[in-house]
């Protein structure tokens, strides 16, 4: 029940997710994955988990990770129909959990900012 309410957070999500996914593998690096190098563009995926619990009302970290989550096995069969890489599949999903720690990153730090927000709302009525 608590999840049919804020459906539009993992749906939200599910899109940015993959829509992130795509723009960083063509746009915003020119290594794979498994290359072993830093990657900055994975600070990218915050973004998804920072919308997507906006858009959720009630379930503001479930929702950003299961629509994360559920966008997963998607990332791995775009993974292995546009791209030929030598990585194997247990490197791929490592990497795609890594964005979905990013995701989950920005999904609490929401929560973070809505919690300082309501402590200094708190703060001002009792004064």
């Known amino acids: 029940m608590l999840f049919k309410r ?5 749906l939200c999500c599910f899109i940015l997710f993959i829509l992130a996914f ?7 690096t020119d290594s ?3 290359s072993g190098k830093m990657d900055p563009g994975m600070l990218f995926f915050i973004v998804p988990g920072v919308l997507g619990s906006f858009c959720a009302r ?3 970290f479930l929702a950003p990770m299961v ?3 559920v966008a997963v096995p998607v990332c ?7 791209e030929k890489d030598d990585a194997g599949l247990f490197q791929e999903l490592a990497w795609l959990l890594g964005a979905v720690f990013w995701n989950a ?3 609490l730090s929401v929560l973070f900012t809505i919690t300082l927000v309501w402590r200094q709302d708190a703060r001002k009525r009792r004064v």
């Open 6 to 10: 804020s459906w539009g957070g993992g």
């Open 76 to 82: 791995l069969l775009l993974i292995n129909l546009l």
């Open 32 to 34: 794979a994955p498994a």
């Open 105 to 107: 990153l920005g999904a």
């Open 67 to 69: 629509g994360a989550l």
């Open 58 to 60: 009630r379930a503001r």
């Open 22 to 28: 795509v723009i960083h593998n063509l746009f915003l």
